[in-house]
């Protein structure tokens, strides 16, 4: 059973940044690429980026140049660096492996951007 728990979301102004983190316990698939999902009101969950073990780097077209992914894999732990955030970013961001989730979701952690 893998445990995964996302934190560092909150409220911020349209342009404002934030660095959410995720860690991983239990029975991880190694190698496997990791990604950062998130879910707004009333839609889809959505893959947002993922990172290959080897550090290899995917981001959906909303997010480029503005989200920045990382990991570092001795501690299991993933990064979501966020800049120059906008409205339509607000959402319950997730971590999970990537494309497919593989692992039981953990509870997520909630961006608002707003003024």
């Known amino acids: 059973q893998v445990q995964i728990v996302e934190s560092g979301g909150g409220l911020v102004q349209p342009g404002g940044s934030l660095r959410l983190s995720c860690s991983a316990s239990?029975?991880?698939?190694?190698?496997?690429?990791m990604g950062w999902y998130r879910q707004a009101p009333g839609k889809e969950r959505e893959l947002v980026a993922d990172?290959?073990?080897?550090?290899?780097?995917n981001y959906a077209s909303s997010v480029k140049g503005r989200f920045i992914i990382s990991r570092n894999n001795a501690k299991n732990t993933w990064y979501l660096r966020m800049i120059d955030l906008k409205p339509e970013d607000t959402a319950v961001y997730y971590c999970?492996?990537?494309?497919?989730?593989?692992?039981?979701w953990g509870q997520g952690t909630q961006v608002t951007v707003s003024s």
């Open positions: 990172i290959a073990d080897a550090g290899f780097t």
């Open positions: 999970n492996t990537a494309p497919r989730d593989l692992y039981t």
């Open positions: 239990g029975s991880l698939f190694s190698g496997y690429p």
